[in-house]
T-cell receptor, first 114, second 114 residues
Framework: EAQVTQNPRYLITVTGKKLTVTCSQN?????MSWYRQDPGLGLRQIYY???????DKGDVPEGYKVSRKEKRNFPLILESPSPNQTSLYFC?????????????FGPGTRLTVL | GNSVTQMEGPVTLSEEAFLTINCTYT??????LFWYVQYPGEGLQLLLK?????DKGSNKGFEATYRKETTSFHLEKGSVQVSDSAVYFC?????????????FGKGTLLTVNP
C-alpha cells in the first residue's frame, strides 16, 4: 500500500530534550516536506527537500533541522524543543517534475513540549 | 505572496443538506488548486484538485471549479452525509522554483447531524 508513515504518533516531552520525528514514504517520491498545524493558522511549511542531500527552509524553520540521506526518509529534528513547538506535525511527499503536484500526507505527529 | 482565504466555520448541517464552502486565493502565476479533508484523528487526504482555469475537480460527490476571473475554488456537495463530518482545507501550489509548497487556508470544520 502506498503511504507516508510517521513515528511517533504522539509524544510528550520536556523543554530542551532533543527529539526526532521520523517520516518514511514507499512511493519513490523525490519531494518531501514537513508542515505544522496550529489552531487558527492552518498548515505552515517548515522544511522541504527536492531529493537526497538537497533541503531548504520553508516558512517557519526556526528551531528545526532536517536531513535527507535516503530517498524514502526525511526526519525532523528538534535539538532543543520549546513549548511554542507544541503542535501537530505532518510529513508529505510527491513526485518531482512532470504534471503531478499532488502531495500525500502522513497521519500526523502530535507533539507536546512541557 | 500567495494566500488562501476560506469561510470561517464551524458549519453545521443536517443530513442531505446542500454544502458550499467558499475559497478564494491570491497567487502569482498559475497555481494548482486543491481541497484536502481531515477526518477526526487522521491526516490530510486529497479530496479533489484542478490544475487550470475552468477545470472542475470532483470526488465522492464533491465538486469545485477553478474560476480564474474570480480567483475562487468553492467546494460544493448536493447532499451531505454524517460521514462527511471533517475539517476541509483549501490549498494552492504554485510550484515556485524548487518548492512544491502548499499554501493552506485555515480550515473549515463541517459537522453533519443525522
Amino acid at each position: 500500500e502506498a503511504q507516508v508513515t510517521q513515528n511517533p504518533r504522539y509524544l510528550i516531552t520536556v523543554t530542551g530534550k532533543k527529539l526526532t520525528v521520523t517520516c518514511s514514504q514507499n512511493m519513490n517520491h523525490e519531494y518531501m516536506s514537513w508542515y505544522r498545524q496550529d489552531p487558527g493558522l492552518g498548515l505552515r511549511q517548515i522544511y522541504y527537500s527536492m531529493n537526497v542531500e538537497v533541503t531548504d527552509k520553508g516558512d517557519v524553520p526556526e528551531g528545526y533541522k532536517v536531513s535527507r540521506k535516503e530517498k524514502r526518509n526525511f526526519p525532523l529534528i528538534l535539538e532543543s524543543p520549546s513549548p511554542n513547538q507544541t503542535s501537530l506535525y505532518f510529513c508529505a511527499s510527491s513526485l518531482w517534475g512532470g504534471d503531478t503536484d499532488t502531495q500525500y500526507f502522513g497521519p500526523g505527529t502530535r507533539l507536546t513540549v512541557l | 505572496g500567495n494566500s488562501v482565504t476560506q469561510m470561517e466555520g464551524p458549519v453545521t448541517l443536517s443530513e442531505e443538506a446542500f454544502l458550499t464552502i467558499n475559497c478564494t486565493y491570491t497567487a502569482t502565476g498559475y497555481p494548482s488548486l486543491f481541497w484536502y479533508v481531515q477526518y477526526p484523528g487522521e491526516g490530510l487526504q486529497l479530496l479533489l484538485k484542478a490544475t487550470k482555469a475552468d477545470d472542475k475537480g470532483s470526488n465522492k460527490g464533491f465538486e469545485a471549479t477553478y474560476r480564474k476571473e474570480t480567483t475562487s475554488f468553492h467546494l460544493e456537495k448536493g447532499s451531505v452525509q454524517v460521514s462527511d463530518s471533517a475539517v476541509y482545507f483549501c490549498a494552492l501550489s504554485d510550484r515556485g522554483g524548487s518548492n512544491y509548497k502548499l499554501t493552506f487556508g485555515k480550515g473549515t470544520l463541517l459537522t453533519v447531524n443525522p
